[in-house]
């Protein structure tokens, strides 16, 4: 076997999304784009569907453009979409999902890595087909879980059900960062077994601390391809650090596939960008054996806190968090991922603020003990939970519900005749009267190149159309530029 270890990129996705909930603007991105292109990395992460809604409403700015200028950036890494055929919390009509790919195709995003939730891998092979009908080839995500039910015998299972379906790779993700050291030796034989001659990735969040010595024994046991983030967009909820995995591999024998120079400008430029728009800096965490028993993301637990606060409940975070375990146990210990985690939070949460257990319960949680949010919930819930959730009234408006599947003429017809494929897809996942409100059609404002040397960056601000003047002083020097008439006058 190889001693070469090759890395996919997730800074701009995964690292964005994990530790900066999707807060960094285009325009910071757009300046490293170029320096991360020559670091060797087999590819990058590059974009999700649920931007359109975060940056249009939140930011203002069109995601478009991050398509039409970030892909101009980069030149010889292949870029991934994360998401499939199918939408993982919204039902989305596929006539809508498939216009998407066929976009981001043309943008040469031609690789994407998709998931089932309940590593469900019975419709795979007509999604993987259909996208690769499109333009993609696919990595399927196979997820990790800690509960009775996840064993070697489920994931031995899973892998093999995954690898039928014939995907590009499969993914093993380690989404919560549940996996430990002992556990990554017992079970990665299994599933690279499993796999046959599929190709397997490894990818993994940092929630417990035991991420890159994972990847450490993943590589010792087989593994050859790593998702790594660069700092300070890595560590945290995000994945480990390219230079500390690259480091430690090399101090292991095996020879990393990456250039780690281009590297050194990124991470002083997205440090500046931190800085500049109060954007945490990733660190390793601090181990919490807590996490191994409610298993909520990092991210849903800030959620929960909000939730719990709004409703002056904060003091019984902790409370709500024992309670997503037992919400998880009743509900058959789904995995703990995008949308499932959300049910299990979300009705822990209301038990304790109204408490009393399943007195109240959301529509989704109605919807997933129907098994419309998977078959595999019906046969897996506590059948006395299940029974209390269906009984109430609310519950036969969802008994014979059916996901509509509009046409693309319809949706045209509701949006507007006259929309691009593109504007279309924005009005859907935006709204139209956030689209309709973005300034500039969402134009996103420029960003300083914080690796440019001063007279770089006094050239970038000459350049700019939202101020008259600009003032620079450090110790011992001073510049003040002025616009008069269109001329910049230094002082």
């Known amino acids: 076997m190889t001693n070469e270890v090759k890395f996919i990129d997730t800074t701009v996705r995964d690292g964005n999304q994990s530790l900066w909930a999707l807060n960094m603007k285009i325009g910071a991105m757009l300046p490293a784009l170029p320096h991360m292109d020559e670091a060797g990395f087999e590819s990058m992460e590059f974009f999700l569907s649920v931007i359109f809604k975060k940056y249009v409403r939140e930011h203002k700015e069109n995601p478009w453009y991050w398509l039409k200028e970030g892909t101009q950036r980069i030149k010889k890494t292949r870029l991934r979409y994360h998401g499939g055929m199918h939408s993982a919390f919204e039902k989305t009509p596929h006539c809508i999902l498939k216009l998407l790919i066929e976009r981001l195709v043309s943008y040469g995003l031609t690789l994407t890595r998709t998931s089932n939730c309940w590593n469900d891998y019975s419709a795979f092979k007509e999604e993987i087909d259909d996208l690769k009908k499109t333009g993609m080839d696919t990595v399927a995500n196979l997820i990790y879980s800690v509960s009775p039910r996840h064993t070697d015998e489920y994931y031995a299972r899973k892998a093999q059900e995954a690898a039928a379906a014939n995907p590009w790779r499969i993914c093993f993700k380690d989404v919560g960062g549940l996996l430990t050291p002992e556990r990554a030796r017992t079970l990665i034989p299994v599933v690279l077994k499993a796999a046959g001659d599929i190709p397997v990735e490894f990818h993994a969040h940092c929630n417990s601390g035991h991420a890159p010595v994972n990847y450490l024994e993943g590589v010792k046991l087989g593994m050859r391809i790593l998702h790594t983030a660069i700092p300070p967009l890595a560590n945290g909820s995000s994945q480990p650090s390219i230079f500390n995995i690259a480091s430690n591999l090399k101090a292991l024998g095996y020879d990393p596939q990456v250039d780690l120079k281009p590297l050194a400008p990124v991470v002083q430029h997205f440090t500046a960008v931190a800085k500049r728009d109060g954007l945490p800096i990733g660190k390793p965490v601090e181990y919490d054996h807590s996490m191994y028993g409610h298993q909520v993301p990092g991210g849903m637990i800030s959620n929960m806190r909000h939730q719990m606060k709004i409703v002056g409940m904060e003091h019984k975070m902790e409370a709500a968090l024992e309670e997503a375990a037992a919400v998880r146990k009743d509900f058959g210990y789904p995995i703990m991922v995008t949308p499932l985690s959300q049910f299990v939070g979300t009705q822990a949460a209301i038990n304790v603020i109204v408490g009393e257990r399943y007195k109240e319960v959301p529509d989704q949680n109605i919807q997933y003990a129907l098994g419309i949010w998977g078959k595999e919930a019906v046969e897996v819930m506590d ?35 006259q929309l691009s494929d593109e504007d279309l897809i924005l009005h859907y996942f935006a709204g139209e009267d956030y689209v309709k409100a973005l300034p500039d059609h969402g134009k996103p404002r420029e960003y300083i190149d914080a690796t440019q040397p001063l007279v770089k960056i006094i050239e970038q601000l000459a350049k700019r159309k939202d101020s008259n003047q600009v003032y620079i002083k450090q110790p011992g020097f001073t510049v003040r530029m002025e616009k008069r008439s269109g001329v910049e006058t230094p002082a």
Do not use: C, F, M
């Not at 029974?387 to 509701?414: C, F, G, M, N, V």
């Open 383 to 417: 059948p006395n939970v299940r029974d209390k959730i269906l009984s109430r009234p609310r519950a036969k408006a969802w008994t014979h519900w059916e996901q509509p599947e509009p046409s693309l003429h319809d949706i045209r017809q509701k949006y507007g005749a």
